[in-house]
């Protein structure tokens, strides 16, 4: 492997950590740039999209002008193997499934931003989907990217299945309850709204601006493709089967989600006690901030940032947590780049804060 780990961190030069991005053309492609770009870790070496020609990403985002202007290119998985250590894919749901095997038969280690190895069970993945699985054998060796609940499996992952951004909102803001068996497990209720770069960069009749603007719109009414990944997470958590009810909305922002949570209590709680409860669960964690009682999270507080904000309400046996997130970046590129510093040892927080 080029990458030397004895090199003291911070040290530029020979021996940095080799990366590619395979799908930088999207939103997450973009902020993945973005953050690695002054990485003082990292090295971009391949960067791939559609393209007819190799083009320099500087063109294609203007903002890189005379900060990176390598080429991105049509490359096949490969080709890019034979330039990086690390691979990001930020592609389509179905083609990851297709194009992780390539790299990690190289010995090289992904890290998949889309939803094709997050679920262990390939029926599930079909069905939800709508593809058969082209590489089911990785789907056990996949380790679901969310640090604040496997950071030690992480560590030695060959492939990271990197969790999707409504999962993070709402698996953050009921993990403690469902491990500590505080709340009903047929109770929990989350009600999502995220800004429109979560629907991805590919344009379509419902994300044009004349639909978007001035309107809240729900879609996928307890039927996202997010689901089962919750229901999974939780589950495996609370050892109790999990089956949340999910209602996500469209909102006329370019990012953020905040969810609100509802879930019934199993017995008598103070909200006292289920703040203590928070904040124990979470001490130590980076990029999780828990509110004051009586503060909420919102979304201009945890734009362009890692964080995760969450604030917590007790209404008789009735537990309402809210937590907000940046969908590009604690939802999905942010996280990326903390499961990266993660696998190779370099501070957590390193090129996030």
Known sequence: MWYNPTRKIGEKGAGMLRVG????????????????????????SALTARVEKPVRISEIFPHLEGRLDIECEDMSPSEVAKKCDLVFLALPHTVSMKTAPVLLRAGKRVIDLSGDYRLKDKNLYKKWYGSSHASPQYLNRAVYGLPELYRDDIRDAEIVANPGCYPVSIILAVLPLVRKGVVESNSIIADSKSGVTGAGREPSPKTHFCEVNENLMPYKVNSHQHMPEINQELSKVSRNRIQITFVPYLLPLDRGILSTVYMTAKGRITEKALLKLYQEFYKGEPFVRIMKPGIFPDLKSVSRTNFCDIGIRLDGNRIIVLSAIDNLLKGASGQAVQNMNIMYGFPETMGLI
Not at 21 to 35: C, D, T
Request: hydrophobic residues 50%; without cysteine.
């Open 21 to 44: 991005i395979m799908g930088a053309r999207g939103w997450a492609g973009e902020e993945l740039i973005n953050i690695l770009i002054s990485h003082p870790e990292v090295n971009i």
